[in-house]
């Protein structure tokens, strides 16, 4: 019912630069928040950034200052700017959207396939 469609990803050298993109689509009532997530091979999924209705953002310390996210409301999309990447940052990048399908119940979460980042030395 709920769509999570992402883009971007790959594979870059050290210090470069990648943007991913995620759109959601579907029967939504609204957005309570969307952000993004990454997963390690040997390490539990951590928060990467978020975005609120609002637009306030929170960040992972670790990316602070080199990752942005931000949103683009009209088309249910958000983006998530990385620049200066570690080997660190090599890791499946997933997109959330917490949304509620229905007037009465809470937020619930809905989640990308996941993309692809790698990063070499």
């Known amino acids: 019912q709920v769509q999570v469609a992402e883009s971007g990803g790959g594979l870059v050298q050290a210090g470069g630069s990648l943007r991913l993109s995620c759109a959601v689509s579907?029967?939504?009532?609204?957005?309570?928040?969307m952000g993004w997530y990454r997963q390690a091979p040997g390490k539990q999924r951590e928060l990467v950034a978020t975005i609120n209705s609002v637009g306030s953002t929170d960040y992972a310390d670790s990316v602070k200052g080199r990752f942005t996210i931000s949103r683009e409301n009209a088309k249910n999309t958000v983006h998530l700017q990385m620049n200066s990447l570690k080997p660190e940052d090599t890791a499946v990048y997933y997109c959330?959207?917490?949304?509620?399908?229905?007037?009465?119940?809470?937020?619930?979460?809905?989640w990308g396939q996941g993309t692809q980042v790698s990063v070499s030395s």
């Open positions: 579907g029967s939504i009532f609204s957005f309570n928040a």
């Open positions: 959330n959207a917490n949304v509620k399908v229905r007037y009465y119940g809470p937020g619930s979460d809905y």
